[in-house]
């Protein structure tokens, strides 16, 4: 059922310093990322929206009006391409962006009565990909608990990596 790696014939310890690409943790994600992305990508076509765009839209559906700041911190993007996206979904009239009445550098992002629209719509797209993939709902659940118990170790390894 599953890719077999060389990693399968060997122990841990020697696989965990291969420079075999497919013992690699990072490619193993890579492929994997691209792979759900390309799933998504048929269901979001549907709904005229790229993956990137998709994610933008779970964040304000989620808590509504936002800043760009804050939008960028919990799409885990850097400003630089949050702006790009938040400009094109602009363009197709999916949001709005204004400056905040009590600090002018401060850009809010909402959701037009057209992005409002599609939400209904989007609420499709968890289920459909769980079909289209095979996994169970509590397959989803272990992967996303384990991958979010990943980025919390690696970005705290990052962070002590930058103080020394």
Same mark, same amino acid.
């Given at each position: 059922?599953?890719?077999?790696?060389?990693?399968?014939?060997?122990?841990?310890?020697?696989?965990?310093?291969?420079?075999?690409?497919?013992?690699?943790?990072?490619?193993?994600?890579?492929?994997?990322?691209?792979?759900?992305?390309?799933?998504?990508?048929?269901?979001?076509?549907?709904?005229?929206?790229?993956?990137?765009?998709?994610? &933008?839209?779970? &964040?304000?559906?989620?808590?509504?009006?936002?800043?760009?700041?804050?939008?960028?911190?919990?799409?885990?993007?850097?400003?630089?391409? &949050?702006?790009?996206?938040?400009?094109?979904?602009?363009?197709?009239?999916?949001?709005?962006?204004?400056?905040?009445?009590?600090?002018?550098?401060?850009?809010?992002?909402?959701?037009?009565?057209?992005?409002?629209?599609?939400?209904?719509?989007?609420?499709?797209?968890?289920?459909?990909?769980?079909?289209?993939?095979?996994?169970?709902?509590?397959?989803?659940?272990?992967?996303?608990?384990?991958?979010?118990?990943?980025?919390?170790?690696?970005?705290?390894?990052?962070?002590?990596?930058?103080?020394?």
């Amino acid at each position: 059922m599953g890719r077999v790696t060389p990693q399968d014939d060997r122990d841990d310890e020697e696989a965990a310093g291969s420079l075999l690409l497919d013992d690699q943790l990072c490619f193993a994600l890579y492929a994997a990322q691209r792979a759900v992305t390309a799933a998504y990508r048929p269901l979001l076509d549907d709904l005229g929206l790229t993956y990137p765009q998709y994610l &933008v839209l779970l &964040v304000l559906w989620e808590h509504g009006e936002t800043s760009v700041k804050d939008l960028a911190r919990a799409l885990r993007l850097d400003y630089g391409t &949050v702006s790009p996206l938040l400009k094109r979904l602009e363009g197709a009239g999916l949001v709005r962006r204004e400056r905040a009445a009590d600090d002018e550098r401060s850009v809010l992002i909402a959701c037009t009565e057209r992005a409002e629209e599609l939400r209904e719509r989007a609420a499709r797209v968890p289920g459909a990909l769980l079909t289209t993939t095979g996994l169970s709902a509590q397959e989803v659940a272990r992967l996303r608990s384990e991958l979010w118990q990943l980025t919390e170790r690696a970005d705290t390894a990052a962070v002590r990596r930058r103080g020394h």
